[in-house]
């Protein structure tokens, strides 16, 4: 009988063939230097390419190779809730498939955990040869999710940790479906740290977050773990409000106590396509929260696996549906 598995790495992957020969090679000497059981969980999240088979011939010899496959393409931040409910480590790291975050780090994070750290995160201080836009961008994007929020989520930090199986227990018990998974993380709480890395550029492939995919992550962070862009809306729209009723009474002043018509009718306008604009700027605000509440309400299971090699197929937390093969 096989010993109890200490740590299990959760590696998404989608369209990762040019990678993964290395991530794999990278990945089995960092966790065998370990000298402590583990197994390496990898998510196809839809593959049109050869990542799920390279992956089966690895577990061909490797028995610490698992895999799960999707029967479509259910999203990056699905697939890590995945591996979470299929792990059986005592801790659990996430990591991309990309090597964009080095995996050496895994070392000092299991450091971390055997001092007590119930999650280990790696904090990014530097991004390699990404666009000026690109960290313009994550860089307000985290400050604002921060500031907008009362959980505490670090900035400058992505999917790369290490959770301890307090946590990971705790994440599994989380149905939302516009899943957020960092700054569930950090809702659960525990003794959390940070190690501090220099991010690299990608080894080859491309990009799996488009700006597209980055704006939907970026509004299901903030959607899920905020409500003040709805307060907000509201204060513009008093402010609003007064200023309206303002320019109003000094347009029946100037009426009744002067001699003079009041001219401005561009001025009016403009003020009438401002408020629309600030109207339908909330409603599509409002439309955000209310997308969610449907998403919620319709529960269906979070991912449907098609396949899973080399390890047990036993259904987790209800979200898998339908029957799943095992091959041995």
């Known amino acids: 009988m096989s010993r109890a598995i200490h740590y299990s790495v959760i590696i998404p992957m989608y369209n990762e063939e040019a990678v993964i020969e290395e991530t794999y090679r990278r990945l089995k000497k960092v966790m065998s230097s370990t000298g402590e059981p583990y197994e390496l969980l990898f998510v196809n999240d839809g593959s049109v390419d050869r990542s799920a088979q390279m992956i089966r011939d690895y577990a061909r010899w490797d028995e610490s190779v698992k895999l799960i496959d999707f029967a479509r393409n259910f999203g990056h931040q699905i697939a890590i809730t995945a591996g979470m409910d299929y792990a059986a480590g005592r801790?659990?790291?996430?990591?991309?498939?990309?090597?964009?975050?080095?995996?050496?780090?895994?070392?000092?994070?299991?450091?971390?955990?055997?001092?007590?750290?119930?999650?280990?995160?790696a904090r990014r201080t530097r991004r390699s040869r990404e666009t000026r836009f690109?960290?313009?961008?994550?860089?307000?994007?985290?400050?604002?999710?921060?500031?907008?929020?009362?959980?505490?989520?670090?900035?400058?930090?992505?999917?790369?940790?290490?959770?301890?199986?307090?946590?990971?227990?705790?994440?599994?018990?989380?149905?939302e479906k516009n899943r957020f998974v960092r700054g569930l993380v950090s809702w659960v709480g525990f003794r959390?740290?940070?190690?501090?890395?220099?991010?690299?550029?990608?080894?080859?492939?491309?990009?799996?977050?488009?700006?597209?995919?980055?704006?939907k992550l970026?509004?299901?962070?903030?959607?899920?773990?905020?409500?003040?862009?709805?307060?907000?809306?509201?204060?513009?729209?008093?402010?609003?409000?007064?200023?309206?009723?303002?320019?109003?009474v000094s347009v029946i002043g100037s009426a009744i106590f002067t001699d003079s018509t009041m001219k401005g009718w561009a001025s009016i306008v403009s003020i009438m396509l401002m408020f629309n604009g600030f109207i339908l700027i909330m409603l599509g605000i409002l439309g955000e929260y209310v997308g969610r509440?449907?998403?919620?309400?319709?529960?269906?299971?979070?991912?449907?696996?098609?396949?899973?090699?080399?390890?047990?197929?036993?259904?987790?937390?209800?979200?898998l549906t339908g029957r799943i093969a095992q091959h041995d």
């Open 293 to 319: 509440i449907y998403d919620e309400t319709k529960s269906r299971p979070l991912y449907i696996v098609r396949d899973v090699y080399q390890m047990e197929t036993t259904s987790r937390q209800g979200h």
């Open 91 to 121: 801790a659990v790291v996430i990591i991309d498939a990309d090597l964009q975050d080095p995996p050496e780090l895994i070392i000092d994070m299991i450091a971390k955990w055997k001092e007590g750290y119930e999650v280990v995160y």
């Open 192 to 215: 959390q740290t940070a190690i501090e890395y220099e991010r690299d550029e990608r080894l080859a492939g491309e990009t799996k977050y488009p700006l597209k995919r980055m704006l």
């Open 134 to 175: 690109k960290r313009w961008s994550a860089s307000l994007f985290y400050r604002v999710l921060r500031a907008s929020t009362d959980t505490d989520i670090p900035v400058d930090t992505g999917d790369f940790r290490l959770i301890d199986r307090k946590v990971c227990d705790e994440m599994k018990r989380l149905p």
């Open 218 to 248: 970026s509004l299901d962070g903030i959607t899920s773990f905020s409500y003040k862009p709805l307060k907000i809306a509201g204060y513009v729209g008093v402010i609003l409000s007064i200023v309206g009723f303002i320019y109003m």
